[in-house]
């Protein structure tokens, strides 16, 4: 089974922590580019990156949490992708 990373940007502390299982909300844009696609830790705790890749499971878990000044990273595992 393959493993993807996903980082997320969350902006208030301890909201999420590592070993956490989170379930994601998709939602897409169309652009210039193609379709781009975003994910949103439920319930709105965290948001993506955009992406042109679609994930195949909506499910994960928190890797790890990282502080950057007033911003946290928050880093997910998603298995089966």
């Known amino acids: 089974m393959?493993?993807?990373?996903m980082d997320f940007?969350?902006?208030r502390p301890g909201l999420l922590?590592?070993?956490?299982k989170v379930?994601?909300?998709e939602s897409f844009l169309n652009t210039l580019e193609?379709?781009?696609y975003y994910y949103t830790i439920e319930p709105a705790l965290a948001m993506s990156n955009?992406?042109?890749?679609?994930?195949?499971?909506?499910t994960g878990t928190v890797k790890a949490v990282t502080e950057y000044g007033s911003e946290w990273?928050?880093?997910?595992i998603i298995d089966g992708e």
Not at 17 to 20: N, R
């Open 73 to 76: 990273t928050v880093t997910v």
């Open 34 to 36: 193609g379709t781009m």
């Open 9 to 11: 940007r969350m902006s």
């Open 2 to 5: 393959t493993k993807r990373e």
């Open 23 to 25: 379930e994601l909300y």
């Open 50 to 58: 955009n992406t042109l890749k679609k994930l195949e499971k909506l």
């Open 17 to 20: 922590k590592e070993g956490d």
